[in-house]
């Protein structure tokens, strides 16, 4: 950050704030600061935060202006900031860093963001790390994993503008949906464990892009946890849950004995679904699977591969197995 202008920004805020008798969004916008609210296709979750970032959600934000090559003075920077999602779009900024705002010069700005915040990637040009987690079975620990990439929605540059800029994000990662349902021999599904196996949870994510690099892991790959079936005295007869797992394709032989998602009965028995040919998962793809469980085996109902909004896809086949 440019230190002496961003004190001098903040005092201009500072200022603002104490001014009344106006809302101060309004205000503040009037005087060409940057205000920003979000927008995403869907959340990570099954049903839960399907249009909005989670309420508390943390966003890590870079702005920084738009010169020519050759311009002389001091650019215009505010990197990183962080803001905090309030569940309908509205973001609010970290009380202890500077209001952003427009250049004077009256070039635009580039706004690029991500989430979930990450205090140790202070430079946008530097691929950093990111781990899905390893136990996804609550919606807060699924939509920590959910990596969102944004722009404006105009594009970028941003030139000065008095309303706020939409920013939309777009997920990076891919979603596994598990759909169980209870078959021969009524297995209750009351307390089953749901379980994938054998993906490579890490990738190197680039957050001035967005882009993603291959997926690694190695030895440390952890099996993640879907989700835990409620556990009640009426038997259930069917259970759905959702990870969110790194884009890669997985090979089935290289799968132990092609074991991809296991499912762990509470009345005792773990049984598998095994893929038979290798399974493709993509940036932004959600991969469907229906799945029959009955006491010694499960059954693949249907597969299928469609966008994050919902759109058509392919197919994915696979058998399942016991031990």
């Known amino acids: ?27 503040e916008n009037q005087n060409g600061a940057i205000i920003l609210r979000t927008h995403i296709g869907t959340r990570a979750a099954i ?10 959600g943390k966003v890590g934000v870079f702005i920084n202006e738009q010169t020519l090559p050759g311009a002389t003075g001091v650019a215009t920077v505010y990197e990183p900031l962080v803001y905090t999602a309030d569940g309908t779009g509205i973001l609010a900024l970290a009380k202890d860093l500077p209001q952003p705002f427009f250049p004077q010069s009256g070039n635009g700005v580039n706004i ?22 390893a136990d996804q079975s609550t919606d807060a620990k699924m939509i920590s994993s959910d990596l969102l990439y944004g722009e404006p929605t105009i594009g970028n540059p941003v030139v000065r503008v008095k309303t706020a800029v939409d920013l939309t994000f777009k997920h990076t990662l891919s979603k596994v949906i598990i759909n169980l349902t209870s078959g021969k021999g009524a ?6 464990k749901v379980t994938i196996l054998g993906t490579e949870n890490t990738t190197g ?71 038979a040919d290798d399974a493709i998962f993509e940036s932004g793809k959600k991969n469907i699977y229906d799945l029959i469980v009955d006491l010694t085996e499960i059954t693949l109902g249907k597969s299928q591969i469609i966008d994050w909004t919902l759109a058509a896809g392919g197919n994915v086949s696979g058998g399942a197995g016991m031990d």
């Open 1 to 27: 950050m440019k230190t002496k202008q961003l004190m001098i920004l903040a005092a201009v805020a500072v200022s603002l704030a104490a001014c009344n008798n106006e809302d101060s969004s309004q205000q």
């Open 47 to 56: 049903d839960a935060q399907d249009v909005q970032i989670a309420t508390d």
């Open 112 to 133: 690029i963001a991500y989430c979930p915040f990450s205090v140790t990637w202070t430079d946008k040009a530097i691929a950093q790390d990111f781990t899905v987690e």
């Open 187 to 192: 297995p209750d599904l009351n307390g089953a």
């Open 205 to 275: 994510f680039m957050p001035a892009t967005g882009a993603l690099s291959p997926a690694h892991g190695g030895a440390n790959v952890k099996p993640i946890l879907s989700g835990v079936a409620p556990d009640g005295i009426v038997p259930l007869t069917s259970y759905s849950c959702a990870a969110v797992i790194v884009p890669q394709r997985l090979s089935a032989a290289g799968l132990l004995d092609n074991k991809f998602i296991q499912v762990k009965l509470k009345a005792g028995g773990t049984v598998f679904y095994k893929l």
